[in-house]
Structures are given as structure tokens and as C-alpha cells.
């Protein structure tokens, strides 16, 4: 084919006119439409199927990773780096991450739809076999996702529903939240806007800038740091912020799991050797709460404590209080430290909150 | 719920009663009739330390739970640790108006 094709392309080139035989333009000899759309879908199907081999691969190479334990170091820096190896996992959403690999291999069902298509234009009987049981796939996949879209209880939960969850979601808060930052963008521009239209000199009502001399207005204020208004520390010691970030959700994280009550118990006599404050989002303020009421007999009018839970009422009470405490007195402090590593503050839920 | 007496408990009635005190409780505390543990009164110290840092940076009075912790401390016959001494001079220090920075707090062993 090609060289009939070179043929009468150097005869058109070259002045002859081709005729008879010659004259009749290649026909496609190649396969027909119905084959080169099969093979696409089966390519496709491969595709989707090696590349959720090879992220599978990858998966269990991060896994492997993450199940790695720190052999160097002290206990509280093994214990920190296995903390900052879960931050890491729930930062970068490993979970869905790997909730896209059966995403994938479902996009692999492809397969089916292929030879359904390809084999209805050979033999109908052996198709409907092949539709019947892809269909019968779609149908039940489609049902699974109805179930579980409004119910987050519901096991069969698939990436889809909470895709599909999140969506509903978006309609009623999210699009409150996305009217808010379009409102703030506009505010925004229309402030800069202004500053472009306004005369060039002599011009006030900067508010805290004070008079405008017409100098460039940078794009960022800078923040005060911390310390600017304090004075400078007694003891030469360095604070570790972020160790004591890793230690308390460390701490946290083991309090909200565990439900053996000699493991609790050993967590509660831990909990006033590690710093808290205001910028932890989690704490275990509210269950220590509970766990000291637990150890008290109210039966009596006057709550005393069970004179067998004397050693849970003081471990849980310690803890209690010095959580309590420190997160109250560092609250304001920890905001400014945060400016100084780089890392976000939450808002405070301190002691008020079990007031309440 | 640390105003009851915890017979040979001093610590458990400490604690509870400073726990009353940060949670609106303002009945006084004898400290004379405690007898504390070394490590629970270094501690009880420490979380002390905090706590007068916190009132007085707002401009409120010393507690008088806090100022007789101090007296009481003090006045140890033997005195007791140095640590548990280092934290009540800085209470101390705190009602003169030395002020004090917030990373000094987070040190335990303050010699």
C-alpha cells in the first residue's frame, strides 16, 4: 500500500497524470472501525490495570517504610519519628491515596464492555452472555454507591460515595464558606483598585500606616515576632516547639486508642512530663475529665472518692490539672512561637470548654 | 471535691483541691496539714509557677492558695529540694514584677 501511495503521490509531483489502475486512490486495508475501537477500550483496560499494579507496588514500598521502626536514638526520639511518620500519613492523605487503586482496577473493568462490544458483531448468544454478567457488575456496583452515599454507616463504602458525599455537602456549607472568599476576593481588588484611582501624593486615611507619601505599599505586612515585647529567657535552653507538638499528639493519639486500663493508667502518669498548649488541636481534656469523675461516689450528697480508684482519681486528676494549666497559660504564647516555626495555630479549647 | 480529707493521701487531696481552685473553687488550702511526696510537691510547684504567671500577667492578685504554697514551702524544716525552692523564688519574682519569659516556665530543673 504504501508503495502504490509513493507511486502516485511522485506521479502527481512530477506532471503525469495517473490513470486506469493507477488513478484509483489506496484503499484502508487495515482493520475495520468496530476492531480499532475494541483494541482502544482493551488498551485502555491495560492501562488503568498496570498502572494500579504499579502504585500497588509503590503502596506496599511506603507501607514497608512506614511499618520501619527507628532503630537509632532514644526511646522519645524513635516514638517522635514514628509520630511524624503518621502526621505525614494523614497530611498527605495516604488513605485516599491508596482508596484511588481500586478505582482504578474498576476503570479496568473496561475489559468487559470491550468484548461485549467486539463479540456482539460475531456471535450475539456468546455477547449477551458477556453483557449479562457486565451489567449485572455495573448494576450492583450502582446500587452500592446509592447505599452508601447517604449512609456514612453503610460497609460497602466506596471512593465515589464520599466523592458523590462531599458534593452534597458542598451544596449547603461549602457554598456559604466559597461565597465568603469570593466576597473577601472582591473586597480585595476593589481596595486595590481604589489605591490605583486614588492622586498620587499627600493623600491619608491609611488607618494604622498612617499618612501615604505616594512610596510603594508592599504586598505583605510583616508579622511581629515573637519575643519583640518580652524579655529574654533566664535559662539557656532551647524550646522544641515541634517535639513537643509530635510528643503531646503522640501522647493523645494513644489515649483516645487505648482502652486497657493499665495502658491508660501508665499514659495518665505520663502526660505531666510532656508540654501542652493552646496550638494542640486534640487532647484528651474531656475523657480525663470523665475519668476523674468516674473515681467519685456521689451518693452520699458530697462526692468523695471510691477508696479503691485513689491511685486512678490522682493520676487522672494530675494530669487533668497540669493539661489544663499549661494549655491555659501557653494559649497566647504558643500563637506567637508558632510564627517563629512555621506551623499552624488552632483555636483554643481550653478549660471553658468543660465549664460548659 | 479536695476540701474531704484523704487520710495519708496528701497528694490525692492536693491536687484535687488545686483542681477546685482552677475551676472556680475559692475556699482556702492549708498547705501545713499536707505532707507531699519530693516529686509531687516539685511538681505541684511547677504547676504552680504556671499558674501565678498567668493570673499576674493579666494584673490579678497572687491567689492566696498560691502565696501560702509559697510560705509553706519555705518555711520546710528540712527545706525541701532545690528545685521546689527555685520555683517558689520565682513566684516570687513574678509578685515583684520581674517578668519572666515563657520558655523559662517549660524548664522542670530550674538550678
Known amino acids: ?356 | 471535691m479536695g476540701s474531704k480529707h484523704y487520710e495519708g493521701d496528701s497528694d490525692l487531696e492536693a491536687t484535687l483541691g488545686i483542681t477546685d481552685r482552677v475551676f472556680g473553687d475559692s475556699e482556702p488550702m492549708f498547705w501545713q496539714n499536707f505532707s507531699f511526696s519530693v516529686p509531687h510537691h516539685a511538681w505541684m510547684g511547677h504547676i504552680l509557677l504556671y499558674r501565678a504567671w498567668d493570673v499576674l500577667r493579666k494584673g490579678e492578685p497572687l491567689p492566696d492558695d498560691i502565696k501560702e504554697f509559697v510560705l509553706h514551702s519555705l518555711r520546710l524544716e528540712p527545706p525541701p529540694p532545690a528545685l521546689i525552692v527555685a520555683d517558689c523564688l520565682l513566684i516570687i519574682g513574678l509578685v515583684l514584677g520581674i517578668k519572666l519569659h515563657i520558655d523559662d516556665l517549660l524548664v522542670v530543673d530550674k538550678r
Open chain 1, 1 to 356: 500500500m504504501s508503495y502504490d501511495l509513493l507511486k502516485f503521490v511522485a506521479g502527481v509531483q512530477l506532471g503525469t497524470v495517473p490513470t486506469g489502475s493507477d488513478a484509483a486512490f489506496p484503499e484502508w486495508t487495515g482493520p475495520n472501525s468496530i476492531v480499532v475501537r475494541v483494541q482502544t477500550i482493551l488498551y485502555c483496560s491495560l492501562a488503568a490495570s498496570l498502572l494500579a499494579a504499579f502504585i500497588a507496588m509503590l503502596g506496599k514500598q511506603w507501607l514497608n517504610r512506614y511499618a520501619q521502626v527507628e532503630m537509632r536514638g532514644s526511646v522519645i526520639d524513635r516514638s517522635r519519628h514514628r509520630q511524624r511518620k503518621m502526621n505525614g500519613m494523614v497530611t498527605w492523605h495516604f488513605d485516599f491515596v491508596m482508596e484511588c487503586l481500586p478505582f482504578m482496577l474498576r476503570a479496568a473493568l473496561l475489559l468487559g464492555y470491550a468484548l461485549s462490544d467486539y463479540l456482539f458483531s460475531i456471535n450475539r448468544v456468546v455477547a449477551s452472555i458477556i453483557i449479562g454478567f457486565t451489567s449485572f457488575g455495573l448494576l450492583f456496583y450502582f446500587l452500592i454507591v446509592s447505599a452508601t452515599t447517604p449512609s456514612y454507616n453503610c460497609p460497602f463504602q466506596t471512593p465515589v460515595s464520599l466523592i458523590l458525599r462531599f458534593l452534597i455537602r458542598f451544596d449547603n456549607e461549602h457554598k456559604r464558606y466559597l461565597k465568603r472568599t469570593k466576597k473577601w476576593f472582591r473586597n480585595i481588588f476593589s481596595r486595590k483598585k481604589r489605591k490605583q484611582t486614588r492622586p498620587k501624593y499627600g493623600v491619608s486615611g491609611l488607618g494604622r500606616f498612617g499618612k501615604f507619601d505616594g512610596s510603594n505599599i508592599g504586598d505583605h505586612i510583616e508579622l511581629l515576632m515573637a519575643g519583640s515585647d518580652q524579655p529574654s529567657p533566664l535559662f539557656d535552653k532551647e524550646t522544641d516547639w515541634q517535639g513537643y507538638v509530635l510528643d503531646s499528639n503522640c501522647i493523645a493519639w494513644m489515649f483516645e486508642m487505648s482502652m486497657d486500663s493499665a495502658v491508660t493508667m501508665a499514659i495518665m502518669r505520663f502526660i505531666p512530663e510532656v508540654v501542652w498548649h493552646a496550638g494542640i488541636n486534640i487532647t484528651p481534656l474531656e475523657r480525663l475529665y470523665d475519668t476523674v469523675l468516674e473515681c467519685f461516689d456521689r451518693s452520699s450528697g458530697r462526692p468523695a472518692v471510691i477508696p479503691k480508684l485513689r491511685n486512678k482519681a490522682y493520676l487522672s486528676g494530675k494530669a487533668l490539672l497540669h493539661l489544663a494549666i499549661q494549655r491555659k497559660c501557653i494559649g497566647d504564647e504558643f500563637d506567637k512561637a508558632m510564627v517563629q516555626v512555621d506551623l499552624q495555630p488552632t483555636p483554643h479549647h481550653g478549660i471553658q470548654a468543660l465549664r460548659g
